[in-house]
């Protein structure tokens, strides 16, 4: 059974960071590509990174301009997304999944950007 666990996520001021976290477990994580999403109030569910199963290729969403940074540990089965620089518009609830249409994703946690 796959299991995707965020953490990581909280409140943080404009300008601000935060280092999210996504454990997984009940499929090969080593072979498998990973993705963030979010998903903004009133939006839907929007690509901010992907990264192959070396991780040796990443993208990133276009909003993204450089300042998020998505790594993976496959000997802890782990994702992690680095966001530096977080605006308002960064509010969301995000999600890792294990999967590009994001039908298999982790419970999501809550970032929230204000001053």
Same mark, same amino acid.
């Given at each position: ?15 601000? *960071?935060? #280092?999210? *976290?996504?454990?997984? !477990?009940?499929?090969?994580?080593? #072979? @498998? =590509?990973?993705? =963030?999403? #979010? #998903? ?11 990264? *192959? ?17 998505? !790594? ?18 960064? @509010? ?21 950007? !204000?001053?």
């Amino acid at each position: 059974q796959v299991q995707l666990v965020e953490s990581g996520g909280g409140l943080v001021q404009p300008g601000g *960071s935060l #280092r999210r *976290s996504c454990v997984a !477990s009940g499929f090969r994580f080593e #072979r @498998t =590509w990973m993705y =963030w999403a #979010r #998903r903004a109030p009133g939006k839907g569910l929007e690509r901010v990174a992907h990264i *192959s199963a070396r991780g040796d290729f990443l993208n990133y969403g276009d909003f993204v301009n450089g300042r998020f940074t998505v !790594s993976r540990d496959n000997a802890k089965s782990t994702l992690y997304l680095q966001m530096d620089r977080l605006t308002p518009e960064d @509010t969301a609830i995000y999600y890792c999944s294990n999967d590009a249409t994001y039908a298999s994703r982790g419970p999501g946690t809550q970032v929230t950007v !204000s001053s």
